[in-house]
C-alpha cells in the first residue's frame, strides 16, 4: 500500500528515454536504457534478481583523465560498464555488466558481514505487512486507534555483537498516527516494534512492550493554510538566477570553474574533475577528482527497546541519491536555477527518474569577495571592493524524517565551499510527560510539545574528497602552530617577546598519522599538496581544508557496537591512499555492517600517503539536543568546511578573473514595476 | 602632510547637521551638534584639550527600558549626556558632560596605565616628522629612494615590561614605498623605526638596523584597468534590495525584528534592543540589550626589533568606528541597500561625518529556511519549503592594512548569525629572498611573492554581547554532553548499547566558571538563559551560542606581555556580570594597557552571574599562515556564530511568521530584457 503508491506519484518510471549529448563523457551516470539494459542482461541469468544498487562502473583515473586532457589525438574510447548489486537466493551478488556488448563481466557473491542498501519497495513492501499482522491489528485497537490512520516507518536495525549465525536482512518497524495531521513523524505509536524479513518478506517478531499516549494532531501541521497559499501564488520569489552557467551533458561550466555533476543512488549528488582556470598559465588546473557525501552516522541517544537500535548509516543503509526527492523551483533553488534529473534503478531493476534532484545557480548574496580603502597616501583615497558570486549546486536528500540540503558553492578565488543545512521533523518520542515538573529521571531528549520527547542525537556526515592537487600525486600536510621562545626555552633577551607561534611542517607519511582530531589547543593548518609542484617562489602548491563549523566527534565508547560501526567518526580528518573501491566511509554493505570493512578498517592497513593518489576525509558533525523551535519541523541548521587555495595560484585570481554577470531574477515583477512606472 | 588632506576629502567635516527624527531615543548616537556642544563645554575650561573619545553616556538600563516599553504612560524623559576622554596637560581625563545645560557633570584624570585610542590626526602630524628629520632623510637616501615615494604608517607599540617611570604615549612608525603602485602596504621599507613621542610631537628614538630591499611595485596594484573599469560602468549590480525595511532614526525595523543602530568611535557599529515578535504571544520580546565588537587583538610572530610588538589591540588602540570607512553602493553593499551615516570627534572636537557608514539589506540568497518532503503517508507527497529571507546589518573598518567586514543578519526563526570577513592587505616584512629554496632558518612568514614575507599573525575579534534574554536576569548555562553506559558502569545488559551521552546541565555561578575552552572532546551546548521564564512545557527560554567556524585561542605564553594584555584569547567564551563600565574587553585604556584593567582582571572579581543582569563574550579567532593568494589583496574569509533560540519560543515561529516581500533589485536590467522581449 505504502511507498509503492507514492513512488508512481512522485517519479516517473521511465522505460525508453535518450539524454541528447553528443559525446558520453566516461563519468556520466547510466542513461535509462543503460539502466534497463542492466536489467534486462542480469534478469536473463538471474530472472528473480532484487537490484539494490545499480550504477556507473567507472573507467580508471587515468581513462578518465585522459579523456578531459587538452592532448590534440581523441582520447581512447571508453568502456561503458555498470555496477549492480543484487539480491537473490538470500545472497548478494556483485556483478558488472559491459553495457555495449550486453554481457556480464563478473558475477561474484558477497559473503562478508552486512547487507546492500534496502529499496524503497522494500520498505514499502515490508511496511503493508503489519496491516494485516493479527497482534499488531490488536495492539492498534487496543490503543483505540483507527487502523487506516496508522503509517509505518522502517528502521535499520544496526549491528549489537550478533554472530554470523543470526545473520538476516531485517528491517525493524515504527509506526506513526497520521490522524489530523501531515506531520506523522510528530505523533509516534510508541511501544511497538515489528520486525520483517527482507528477503522473505514476513514477521519474524512482534513487540509491544509499553502504551503510551500518541502526542496530538494539533499544532504539528507545517503546511501553509489555503489563505497563505493564495497570497504566495503567483509572486515569484526573485533571487539569483543561471545566467553564465552552460550546462552540456553533465558538463557544467560557470565562469573560471568546469567540472562534471552525476547522480548516483548511493552517493546521490557526485562533483568530478572540478578544475579552476589559472589566469596566469592560461589552463584549466585539477583541484577535485571526486567528491560527495560518504556515509551518514546518526546514532540516537536513548537505550532503550525501541530507540538503542537507531543508529543510523543513511547513505549505506537507504542511498542518499534514492532519497534525494525533487527539488522545488522557487523555494529549495532560486525560480531561474537550472535543473538536472536523476536516475536509478528500482527493486525490479526498472529505471526511475527523479525530476529536478540538481539545482544549479549563480549567487550573489550582498557580500564581498575582496576589498581595501587606502588612506596612507597623502591626498588620495583608494577604494576597490569586488562583490562575492558564487555557483551553487545543490541537492536536498530526505532520508525518512531529516532534510539534508546538500550544497557545493564554487567562487571565483578558487575556494569551494561545501555546506550541509540539517532540517525537516525531528524523530520523537511519545511519552507520558506533559511538563518538565513531571520529569524526574533521564528522559534522553527534550520535551518539545505535550507528550513528545526530541531525542538527543549527533549528525556526522562524511565527505570523500578526492582532491587531485594539480594532479594525482598529492601529499597531506600538517602545519602545525608550536609555540617558541625567541633565543630558544632559556630566552636569550634577544628580543622583549616572551613568546611566538611558528610552523612546523610534517608531511603525513602513513594512514595512521593521517587520523586527525581537531582540537584549539594543537591547531595545525590541513592541506593536501601536491610535492611535485612549486609556484615561482617555491612554495608547493596545494589546498587547505577550514571548518565552517565547530569540529565535533562521536562521544560514543569505543566498544560499544555503533562506535565500531562507524569508528571513523572519532576523528575529523582521515587520508586514504587511493583505491577505487574504498568510497564509502562505513563500508559497500553498510547495512548491519560489523565495523570490518570501513574507514577505520582500510586505514590499518597503514599504506603510505605521501605523493600518492591520496583522498581527504572530512566529517561534518552536530550534537543535536532539540528545543521546542525545533517543532514541528526545525529550522534550517548548517554546518560545513571550505578547501581553500593555499599557493595553488601565483597569486589571488580575483584580480585577473572576470566578474560574471548577474542578471536580474525576477521579471515577473520588474516588468510589473515597468508598468507602474510607465503607465 | 599625511593624514590630514585625506581626511579632509574623505570625510566632511560639519559645523551644522540636523538628524531629522521625531523623538531623540535614549541610545541615539550624539548628533553633530551634541558633539559641538561638547567641545565647546571642554574647550571652554581646557582649551587645549585633544578629543580622543566624544560619544555618549547612556542612560542606565532602567531608563532605556522604561523607554520602549509599551507601558501607557509616557516615559520619563532622559538626559542627553556624552561622555569624554581627552588629553590635557600630559594627562588623560574622564568627562561627562549634560548636553542640556551645556555643563560639565564629571571631570576626573585617569591615572592608570594605558592611554586613550590614538588619534587620525595624531597619527598624520607624527607621519610629518621623519619626512623633516634628518637621520631618517639620510637613511631614504642611502636606500637610492625618493623621498616624495615614502609614506608613513603608524603602529602602537604594546607594552613589554617597561615601568611606570617610561609611560609615555609613543608610536613607531613604519615606512611604506609607494613608487609605481598603490598598495603601499605591499612594498615595506624594511629596518628603520622611527619612534614619535605623541603628546609632545617629536621624534624620541631613530633605528636604522638593517638595510633589506624594498619588494619591487610590479603585480602588486589591485585595481581594476581602465577597461575593466570602463565595462562594469553602468552595470549595475542586482542584488538583494531593502524592500520592507523601516528605518526611524536609528530604530530599524523589518519582518518580526526591531533594533537600534548606532555609531560609536570606539566600537563602530552598535546594535541595541534587539527584539523578536512572538507570534503566539503577540509581543516583541528582548534578545540582545546590546551587542558589537569589543576588541580586536591580532599579535604577530616575528620577534624581530621590527615586529615584536606588533600585537595590535585595534579597536582600543586606533577606534574600530573610527576606523570605518564608506561603504560602496554595488560593491560593499548591495546597490540598493539602505545606508546610514555616522559621526565622531576629531581630535580637535568638530564632528567628522561618515558617510554611508553602515548599510541595512534585505537578503535571499537562495537559501532554504526550512522544509520537509513527507512520503510516508500512502497516496500523497507533501512537500513544504520555505526560502530563507534575512536582513543584514554591515559597516566595513579598515584598520590600516586589513578591512574588517562586520555583519549582523537577523533570520526569521530568531536566530542573529554574526560574521567577520578578513580581507585587505596582508602586513608583510621585506626580505632579500626570492625564493624558497635561499630560506634556511625560521622566516617566521610565508614567501608570497619576491623579497615579501608575510608574517604569520592571529586575528582574534572580541564581541561583547550583552543579551538580556526575555528580561534582564539571566543565567548561564552549559549542558554538558557526557558519555554514561546503560545500566551505570557495570553495564548491566538492560540494552544492547554500551553507551549514549546524555546532558548534565550546570547552572554557572560566578564568573571564573563561566570562562570556556571549547574542545571537541568535551562538548557543551552553551546557552544564556532567563531562569525566571519558562515555556509552557517547562523549559527555560534561551538562546545558545554556536560557533560558525573553528573555535581558536591564543597560542601566546602566559608569561608573554601581549598575552597579559589580551589574555582573555585564552578562552572563546567568558560571562560576566553586567557593568556598564565593562564594555572593552582590553579595557577602556588599552593603548599600551598592561592587563590590570580588562576582561581578565575584571573576571578575578568572580562575581556571581546567576540570574542577575549578564554579558556574554565570545572571541571568534583566526591563526593566519598566510598564502601566495593573499597577495597583492586577500579574498575575503569568514568567521562567526550564530545565537539560536532555543526554548525560548513554544514552536518554530517561522510557521507564524510571513515571509517578507523580495523586489527585484536590478530593473535596469530587467527592463533591458523587458524592451528585447517586447521589442
Chains 1, 2 share one sequence.
Not at 550478533?162 to 531485517?170: F, I, M, S, T
Request: hydrophobic share 35%; aromatic share 10%; glycine share 8%.
Amino acid at each position: 500500500m505504502a511507498h509503492k503508491t507514492i513512488l508512481v506519484l512522485l517519479l516517473l518510471t521511465l522505460s525508453t528515454t535518450t539524454i541528447t549529448t553528443t559525446t558520453v563523457h566516461p563519468l556520466d551516470p547510466l542513461t535509462p536504457d543503460e539502466i534497463t539494459t542492466v536489467r534486462s542482461v542480469i534478469s536473463s541469468s538471474t530472472p528473480n534478481a532484487s537490484f539494490h544498487y545499480v550504477g556507473l562502473f567507472e573507467p580508471d583515473k587515468p581513462s578518465v583523465l585522459a579523456f578531459v586532457s587538452p592532448a590534440p589525438t581523441p582520447p581512447p574510447p571508453h568502456p561503458r560498464r555498470a555496477f549492480a548489486i543484487i539480491r537473490a537466493d538470500l545472497a548478494s551478488r556483485e556483478i558488472v555488466v559491459d553495457l555495449t556488448n550486453h554481457s556480464i563481466i563478473s558475477n561474484v557473491v558477497y559473503d562478508g558481514h552486512g547487507f546492500p542498501t534496502i529499496t524503497p519497495a522494500e520498505d514499502a513492501e515490508a511496511c503493508e505487512l503489519p496491516m494485516k499482522y493479527g497482534p499488531f491489528v490488536e495492539s492498534v485497537r487496543e490503543r483505540g486507534l483507527e487502523m487506516g490512520d496508522v503509517v509505518c516507518s522502517p528502521m535499520s536495525v544496526g549491528w549489537f555483537g550478533e554472530g554470523r549465525g543470526r545473520r538476516r536482512r531485517v528491517s525493524k518497524l515504527q509506526f506513526y498516527y497520521k490522524g489530523g495531521t501531515v506531520n506523522v513523524y510528530a505523533r509516534p505509536v510508541e511501544g511497538v516494534t515489528v520486525t520483517v524479513d527482507l528477503d522473505r518478506m514476513v514477521v519474524v517478531d512482534f513487540r509491544d512492550r509499553v502504551v503510551v499516549p500518541v502526542p496530538k494532531a494539533e499544532g504539528t501541521d507545517y503546511r501553509s493554510t489555503e489563505e497563505e497559499e493564495e497570497e504566495r501564488r503567483g509572486e515569484e520569489i526573485p533571487g539569483p538566477g543561471s545566467r553564465g552557467i552552460s550546462i552540456e551533458g553533465h558538463v557544467v561550466r560557470w565562469a573560471n570553474w568546469d567540472f562534471h555533476v552525476s547522480f548516483d543512488a548511493r552517493a546521490g549528488l557526485v562533483l568530478s574533475l572540478a578544475s579552476v582556470a589559472d589566469p596566469e598559465r592560461d589552463e584549466s588546473r585539477l583541484v577535485l577528482y571526486k567528491g560527495h557525501v560518504s556515509e551518514l552516522f546518526v546514532p540516537y541517544m536513548d537505550p532503550s527497546e525501541e530507540w538503542y537500535y537507531r543508529t543510523y548509516l543513511d547513505a549505506g543503509e537507504w542511498g542518499f541519491g534514492v532519497s534525494a526527492l525533487p527539488l522545488k523551483p522557487g523555494a529549495d533553488c532560486p525560480a531561474r536555477a537550472r535543473f538536472m534529473d536523476g536516475f536509478y534503478a528500482r527493486r525490479d531493476g526498472m529505471p526511475v527518474r527523479v525530476e529536478k534532484v540538481f539545482c544549479v545557480f549563480q549567487r550573489y548574496a550582498g557580500d564581498v569577495s575582496w576589498r581595501h580603502t587606502e588612506i596612507l597616501i597623502p591626498g588620495r583615497v583608494i577604494r576597490e571592493v569586488r562583490p562575492e558570486v558564487s555557483l551553487v549546486v545543490r541537492s536536498v536528500a530526505t532520508v525518512g524524517n531529516y532534510d539534508y540540503i546538500v550544497d557545493y558553492e564554487f567562487m571565483q578565488s578558487g575556494t569551494i565551499k561545501v555546506q550541509v543545512g540539517l532540517t525537516g521533523i525531528l524523530e520523537v518520542k511519545a511519552s507520558e510527560h506533559t511538563h518538565t515538573n513531571q520529569i524526574s529521571q533521564d528522559i534522553h531528549g527534550t520535551l518539545i510539545a505535550e507528550n513528545t520527547i526530541a531525542t538527543y542525537h549527533d549528525h556526522f556526515i562524511t565527505y570523500y574528497l578526492d582532491l587531485d592537487i594539480d594532479g594525482r600525486r598529492n601529499s597531506f600536510v600538517k602545519a602545525k602552530m608550536k609555540t617558541v621562545r625567541p633565543g630558544g626555552d632559556n630566552n636569550d633577551g634577544s628580543s622583549p617577546r616572551k613568546s611566538y607561534w611558528t610552523i612546523e611542517r610534517e608531511t603525513v607519511k602513513t594512514e595512521v598519522e593521517g587520523m586527525v582530531s581537531m582540537s584549539p589547543a594543537e591547531p595545525s593548518e590541513l592541506m593536501l599538496v601536491n610535492p611535485n609542484k612549486k609556484t615561482r617562489m617555491g612554495n608547493v602548491v596545494g589546498y587547505r581544508l577550514i571548518p565552517k563549523s565547530a569540529p565535533a566527534i562521536s562521544l560514543l565508547s569505543d566498544d560499544d557496537y555503533p562506535q565500531i560501526r562507524a569508528g571513523w567518526t572519532k576523528n575529523q580528518v582521515w587520508v586514504t591512499a587511493y583505491d577505487p573501491s574504498q568510497r564509502w566511509a562505513g563500508g559497500m554493505y553498510a547495512d548491519q555492517s560489523q565495523g570490518d570493512d570501513n574507514l577505520v578498517a582500510w586505514s590499518r592497513r597503514n599504506r603510505s600517503i605521501e605523493n600518492t593518489d591520496i583522498v581527504l576525509w572530512y566529517t561534518v558533525g552536530f550534537h543535536h539536543i532539540p528545543c521546542q523551535e525545533d517543532f514541528p519541523v526545525m529550522p534550517t541548521l548548517n554546518g560545513g568546511f571550505e578547501l581553500r587555495q593555499t599557493n595553488f595560484f601565483e597569486r589571488n585570481i580575483l584580480l585577473k578573473t572576470p566578474l560574471p554577470s548577474i542578471e536580474s531574477d525576477s521579471c515577473l515583477s520588474c516588468r510589473q514595476s515597468h508598468n507602474i512606472i510607465t503607465g
